[in-house]
């Protein structure tokens, strides 16, 4: 779908989604609990989807579907009572659903095959393939480009490098959760996105069952001294990643923006944006009500570390063309990984829209505070892209225009997020 955007305007208050982050691990747990449990979610989007499909095809339980006017997505997730033999999981394009659940099926000895789309089959699976693989598992991809996972996680001691991607090292957590036995988990290098590995932690303990860190080292019980059981909480928080968009334009736009729902005290790392937003010289009022409001202030540039954040890189980019002199972005290698080429495809954006950029090996140099004018650019199936492009119409003349090429892509992580932005679709091209 290719959108139109001119004289764009954000909302001046939203109320933040479900954190896919956080969906994703409590439905994993949900999945292999000892209870059902009912889950609330506000709006699913597209990956939520494909992890609740792949639990589905592993033999969880899906019922009392209910969606009310207002968007919030209610269910209840029967646990897994037989394990298959053999099964199909479909995770479209879901980095999370893929890397989280190849260690679950290799746990139980599951021949799986895994069906991937878009650029899922080129982001990088090593180390975890390799440790897999040292510890009694094959995996292999077919002439068609299905991943098969066969044999079962043998072994109580296993290490892996903490240097390409958090998810690796979640899955193993869910993993280690469901064998019988203790088990240690060994994490060598410098971790990227610890806080996400943080966040799978507070899921697990949330569900009854407490990795132990010790340094680098992680300590898992095995479910025969604890099983994940439901909590008391189904409510998942909202979604810092997303809500950081909004509360970007709050700081580059023409009015403050208000963000409701997403919980000050969590554990998801993307709640730095405040700060960062902060130092950029935007005006952050933190309420008690769980909400966020932003509003202009005197913008200029500031270095960024990349590292734990990578998730809020396109937004800060955008942030960062709006703000006088020069924003260093670093440490963001990982970005080229992801659903597209981050970096690349945030340098042709913004040069095409007349940033002055310098693209480095892992990061981003950006000129900021120049006047910006209309283009058209490829979010590239990419909604963190998107999302970022209209962030930069905030930025151009009022007669001029951003076209978006992929606009739709925003439905994998904010579904109805040109609604909220006011945007008018055709009907038939409508897919949150």
Known sequence: MELVLQKLDFPRTVEAVTSKSIAHRMLICAAFSLRSTHI????????????????????????????????VFECVIEPVQTIPEEAVLDCGDSGSTLRFLIPVVA????????????RLGQRPLQPLTDLLEQHGVRLYTDGEGILHSEGRLEGDSFEIS???SSQFISGMLFAMSLMPEPSRLTITGPV????????????????????????????????????????????????????????????????????????????????????ILSAFGAKVYKEADNSVTVAPGRMHGIEIDGRDIPDLIPALACV???????????????????????LSALSSMLGAMGVRVTETKDGLEILGGRPLHGAAVDALHDHRMAMAASLLALLIPAEESVRIRDAESVSKSWPGYWSDLGVRIPEQEETD
């Open 40 to 71: 609330k979610f506000r709006r699913v989007g597209s990956d939520i989807l494909h992890t609740i499909h792949c639990l589905q095809a592993l033999g969880a339980g899906i019922r009392d579907i209910r969606e009310s006017e207002d968007g």
């Open 107 to 118: 746990a139980f000895g599951i021949h799986a095959r895994f069906l991937r789309e878009g």
């Open 162 to 164: 903490g240097q390409v």
């Open 192 to 275: 990227e996105s610890e806080p996400y590995i943080r966040l799978t932690a507070g899921i697990l303990s949330a569900y009854g069952v407490t990795p132990q860190f010790e340094g680098n080292v992680v300590e898992m019980p095995g479910n025969r001294a604890q099983h994940l059981h439901r909590p008391r909480c189904y409510m998942a928080e909202g979604d810092w990643s997303g809500s950081a968009v909004f509360l970007c334009a709050g700081a580059i736009g023409k009015h403050p923006v208000r963000v409701s729902g997403i919980r000050l005290r969590t554990l998801q790392g993307d709640r730095r944006v405040v700060d």
């Open 320 to 342: 960062a063309a709006a703000a006088s002199g020069r924003t260093v972005i670093r440490n963001a290698e990982r970005l080229r990984l992801k659903e597209s080429d981050r």
